[in-house]
C-alpha cells in the first residue's frame, strides 16, 4: 500500500504563488504516475497536472502558469502555481497511480490540501 503526504497549501492573494508537494512512501510496487487534481466548492474533481514516465499533462486552464515536477528518486511531485486567481480556490489532492508487482494497478488519494486565493 502506499501512502502519500500533502503540504504546501494555504492563503495567498491573486497574483501570488503557491507550491504543492506530495510525498509516497511504501514498498511492494512503482509508481506509474503522479500529479495534482482539485475540487472547488459543489465542482467536480478535476485533473490540475499530472506526470507519468513519458509524458505531462496540464488542464487548459493551468498550462502556461502552473509547472509540475518528479523527483523519482524521491518518489516526490511538486506542483509550483504561479499567477493565482481566485478561481483557483480548490482542495487539492495528490493522485498516485501504481502497479504492483504482481502487476495490478490501483490508484491513491491524498487527503487534500486547502489553496484559497483572495484578496
Known amino acids: 500500500q502506499v501512502q502519500l503526504v500533502e503540504s504546501g497549501g494555504g492563503l495567498v492573494q491573486p497574483g501570488g504563488s503557491l507550491t504543492l508537494s506530495c510525498a509516497a512512501s511504501?514498498?511492494?510496487?512503482?509508481?506509474?504516475?503522479m500529479g495534482w487534481y482539485r475540487q472547488g466548492l459543489g465542482q467536480q474533481r478535476r485533473l490540475v497536472a499530472s506526470v507519468s514516465d513519458d509524458s505531462t499533462e496540464y488542464t487548459d486552464s493551468a498550462e502556461g502558469r502552473f509547472t509540475i515536477s518528479r523527483d523519482n528518486a524521491k518518489n516526490t511531485v511538486t506542483l509550483q502555481m504561479n499567477s493565482l486567481k481566485p478561481e483557483d480556490t480548490a482542495v487539492y489532492y495528490c493522485?498516485?497511480?501504481?502497479?504492483?508487482?504482481?502487476?495490478?494497478?490501483?490508484?491513491?488519494w491524498g487527503q487534500g490540501t486547502q489553496v484559497t486565493v483572495s484578496s
Open positions: 493522485h498516485v497511480r501504481i502497479r504492483e508487482w504482481g502487476g495490478r494497478r490501483y490508484d491513491f
Open positions: 511504501g514498498s511492494g510496487f512503482s509508481i506509474t504516475s
